[in-house]
C-alpha cells in the first residue's frame, strides 16, 4: 500500500519525497539508471510516466520527454518491462502516470494486471472524470493497485469530499491551476487553505505537486504536507545533457530538495 510509505516518512520527521519522470526520455535503459540513482538517492517513491501523445495535464517539459520517448519507439510494454527490471534490483516503488486512452487501448484488465505483475504500487490517471473512474478504480484494486485522485485549486468542498472518499494511497493535491512546470507560484497561505480544507474531510494523505522546483519550494511544503511531488524540474535538470550523465545529474539534484523535506530543516 502507497499509503505506508507516508507512515514511514513521517516517522522520520519528514514529507515523502516523490520525483516524476518520463520512460524512455530519452532511452529506456537512460530511464533505468535514472531510477536507480532515484532509489540510491533515498527517494520515498518514484511516478513513472508513459509516453502519450496528447498530454492534458503536462507542460512544456513533460510533454517534449513525452515526445521524445515516443520518438525514441517506447510503447506501454516497454514501460512495463521497465518497471520489472527496477524493481528487480530492489527500486523504490513506482507509480505509474499516464491518460485514459493508453489505457484503453491497451486493455483496462491486461494494464492492470501486467501493471501489478511489473512490480507497480499504483496508477495516477488524471484525465478520467471522477463520475467515469469507478470501472477503472475497481480494476487496479482487485490486483492490488492503488489510483490516487486529483484535487485542484479550484474544487469545491463538496466535490473534494467525492474524490477523496474514491482515492487511494494519497490525495495529489494540485498547487496551482494550470499544467505541469517548474516554478511556485501558488499562494503558500492559499495552500494551506486548500489542504486545511482537505484535512477536515479526509485523513489519507495528502502530496503536493505542480510547480514545485526548489529547495526552498520543499521546504515550505514540508510544513503543509505528507509529500511532495517534483517533475518538470528534474527533467530539466538532466534533459540537455548527455544521457551519460543523466544518473549523476538527478543525484545532484534530488539530494537537497530531500534534505529539504525534512521537519528538521523547517
Known amino acids: ?20 519522470v518520463m520512460a524512455g526520455d530519452p532511452t529506456l535503459d537512460t530511464t533505468l539508471t535514472i531510477l536507480h540513482a532515484l532509489t540510491e538517492a533515498g527517494v520515498d ?13 503536462d507542460g512544456p517539459t513533460i510533454a517534449a520527454a513525452a515526445q521524445r520517448a515516443i520518438d525514441a519507439g517506447t510503447q506501454m510494454r516497454d514501460v512495463l518491462e521497465l518497471v520489472k ?6 527500486g523504490a516503488p513506482v ?18 494486471r501486467e501493471s501489478a505483475d511489473a512490480g507497480a504500487s499504483g496508477v495516477i490517471v488524471p484525465d478520467i472524470p471522477l463520475e467515469e ?18 484535487v485542484a485549486p479550484s474544487t469545491s468542498r463538496e466535490r473534494a469530499a467525492k474524490i477523496a472518499a474514491q482515492s487511494s494511497g494519497f490525495i495529489y493535491v494540485v498547487s496551482r491551476l494550470g499544467v505541469t512546470g517548474a516554478g511556485m507560484q501558488a499562494s503558500l497561505d492559499r495552500l494551506r487553505s486548500q489542504v486545511a480544507m482537505l484535512r477536515g474531510i479526509t485523513e489519507k494523505p495528502l502530496a503536493v505537486g505542480f510547480g ?5 519550494d520543499v521546504r515550505e511544503l514540508a510544513t503543509v504536507a505528507d509529500g511532495i511531488i517534483v517533475g518538470s524540474a528534474l527533467i530539466d535538470a538532466y534533459a540537455a545533457h548527455a544521457p551519460t550523465q543523466a544518473s549523476q545529474r ?14 528538521e530543516a523547517v
Open 1 to 20: 500500500m502507497i499509503e505506508a510509505l507516508f507512515d514511514r516518512a513521517k516517522g522520520d520527521h519528514r514529507a515523502a519525497f516523490i520525483p516524476y
Open 45 to 57: 517513491a518514484i511516478e513513472l510516466g508513459i509516453p502519450y501523445g496528447d498530454p492534458l495535464a
Open 85 to 90: 527490471r527496477h524493481k528487480a534490483t530492489g
Open 95 to 112: 507509480i505509474l502516470f499516464t491518460y485514459f486512452n493508453p489505457v484503453y487501448q491497451f486493455g483496462i484488465e491486461r494494464f492492470a
Open 133 to 150: 473512474g469507478a470501472e477503472l478504480a475497481s480494476t487496479l484494486a482487485s490486483e492490488g493497485l492503488d489510483m490516487p485522485l486529483l
Open 212 to 216: 514545485v522546483s526548489s529547495p526552498d
Open 250 to 263: 538527478v543525484s545532484t539534484f534530488v539530494r537537497p530538495l530531500i534534505a529539504a523535506a525534512s521537519f
